[in-house]
């Protein structure tokens, strides 16, 4: 009787160390198709003077399917969060996805930069769809604040720089930081995607999401099915000696 009891304490035991050792992966990472982007912008990154494409960039989810991230008018919706690589309508990325906005590589552990993104989303997120010129000006002003910081917000100057009417917009928008009224982001909060691709990293993204973020289910994979199958064995089988020694 000891012994049976014994294997079913270990068993359980087992389980137990198998269950907390589990991968999270599931729940922090998310596969997503590219279906369009915003309007383009003419600036000049650095050295180079080019024209680019920015967001708001729409997404369908494809995976994992237990994952409840929020949509916004045209889908899963983003904002560029990075200059240094592409993406491309149609393809499928997989980003982790986190609220510390420190694993941009174009942000970094910089605090003050995290501090005026989420003074640029309370102040002009929501507006920002209600036409291409807000978009691009927002898209522009987050840019400006990845690569120069809070302080040099001049398009004359810095790594981001630009001119003409969306420059100006940008430019009010970065000049409002901190004053709004409204905080449009009340309840929800920003979660940065970055590409699981170390090799080919895709563009790194911004992302609205409720504050605390929607829970995953995380489905139990075939180990710990057996496991709990063989708990439920010992202790059938338990039962059955019982009943076979009081006969």
């Not at 507006?127 to 898209?139: G, I, K, M, T, Y």
Request: glycine content about 8%; hydrophobic content about 40%; aromatic content about 6%.
């Amino acid at each position: 009787m000891r012994s049976i009891l014994t294997r079913v304490s270990v068993a359980t035991a087992a389980l137990a160390l198998l269950l907390a050792g589990l991968p999270r992966a599931a729940a922090d990472t998310i596969n997503l198709t590219l279906n369009s982007g915003g309007p383009n912008i003419t600036l000049t990154y650095k050295t180079t003077t080019e024209t680019v494409g920015g967001g708001p960039f729409s997404w369908t989810q494809s995976s994992p399917l237990n994952s409840n991230y929020p949509t916004g008018p045209n889908g899963i919706t983003t904002y560029c969060a990075d200059l240094d690589h592409v993406i491309k309508t149609g393809n499928t990325y997989q980003y982790s996805v986190s609220t510390n906005l420190a694993t941009l590589s174009p942000v970094g552990n910089d605090s003050a930069k995290i501090t005026a993104i989420n003074e640029l989303y309370a102040e002009g997120y929501k507006d920002s769809f209600n036409s291409s010129a807000n978009e691009a000006a927002f898209q522009l002003a987050l840019w400006k604040l990845i690569y120069d910081g809070p302080s040099n917000l001049s398009f004359s100057s810095g790594n981001i720089r630009a001119t003409g009417t969306v420059a100006q917009d940008a430019t009010n928008l970065l000049n409002n930081l901190g004053q709004t009224k409204v905080n449009e982001m009340s309840g929800y909060e920003l979660a940065a995607l970055t590409s699981t691709n170390t090799q080919y990293p895709a563009q790194g993204q911004i992302m609205v999401i409720p504050a605390p973020p929607p829970p995953h289910g995380v489905p139990a994979p075939p180990a710990v099915m057996l496991a709990g199958i063989g708990v439920l064995a010992l202790i059938g089988r338990a039962r059955w000696n019982r009943r076979a020694t009081a006969a």
